[in-house]
């Protein structure tokens, strides 16, 4: 008769390769149950840790047939899990900075990717790991309190709970390489950069910078400039002259650029799984934005929540992992055309 503990530690080695499971499964069961304590029920935290880590690792790593996620998957996570991290760190820090009252949740969120991030760099990959899993709890957890009284915001922002859970699932399956040598120095800091730019940008055409209420003048750093007119673009930022504005505008523009080129010139197996790691974020943001503005008007309109509709929650639920499955196929496909390809050229080469 199979235990509760033994049907749990079944289902949690699942997350290992059919084919690694019928090689491997029943003794590391048998071990584990021979490893339990008196009465005990469920799995140990730190070996399930370990379970779902080496196995996510398995999937993703570079092995013979490699199915959906094999080849390359490690080397890419290794650096599509600090970019992400420094993505969401930037953007937190600047909604921090240019709201009037940040509260303890950004605050919170804020210092968890920031821990996160520090952990990345310094090469801790298993303590990025869990601490991007605890800062992806801390972004969807006050959503989740949220939604009941207010749907649309939470709604509008899934977006960026798919990108913590981007970089929560990179951080895990990353392989040993550092991100700088998997992208190249240069490009990576250009990557790291971009963003950084982005959100410095942010905060300097931000209001907040000169607010009057001196109550908030150490926090918002106010006296950087006193302007007394501002000029406002449809971008939200604010300078005291077109010129300032034109400035900051340039500098954002340059930022994606370079951003972009060095994305565009990482290694093809890195760059197709970086584009296939984004595609459920900017998938998110695309069907929110361009399929629930009838629901969001109404609701706010209508002075009560509209309930979503069953079609809409399967969207919301099903578009991220199947836009990321088809994206793996495809890159995939094309690892092995791009093999198949250099393996002709170099018979070609070959050839008397």
Known sequence: MTTPLEGRYERLLRVYPAAFRRAHGEDMLTTMLADAGDGQRWPRPGDAFDIVRHGL?????????GGLLGGGWADACALIGPLAVVMLLTFRLTSVLRGPHPGSAPLLQTAAWALVAVAAFAGLRRGAAVLGWVALLAE??????????????VVYGLWWSVLALVAAVALTAAGPRRPWAAAGSRRFAVLVAAPLVVGAVGVLGSGMLVAEDAGFSAFY????FRPETYVT??????????????????????????????????????????LVAAAPVLA????????????????????????????????????????????????????ETMRLAALGAAAERRRP
Not at 221 to 224: A, K, N, Q, S, V
Not at 251 to 274: K, N, Y
């Open 221 to 224: 750093l106010e006296d950087l």
């Open 284 to 335: 998110m943001a695309a069907l929110v934005n361009f399929t629930f503005n009838g629901w969001a008007v109404s609701t706010v309109h209508m002075g009560h929540n509209i309930p979503l509709v069953a079609g809409q929650w399967a969207a919301l639920v099903l578009v991220p992992p199947l836009v990321f499955l088809t994206g793996a196929r495809w890159a995939r496909r094309r690892d």
């Open 57 to 65: 690792r398995l999937r993703l790593s570079r092995r013979p047939g």
């Open 233 to 274: 673009d449809y971008t939200g930022l604010e300078a005291p002259t077109a010129a300032e504005l034109d400035l900051m505008l340039l500098a954002i523009a340059v930022a994606l650029l370079a951003g972009f080129v060095a994305a565009v010139r990482l290694p093809g197996p890195i760059r197709r799984r970086l």
């Open 140 to 153: 969807v957890a006050p959503p989740v309190r949220q939604f009941t009284s207010d749907p649309v915001p």
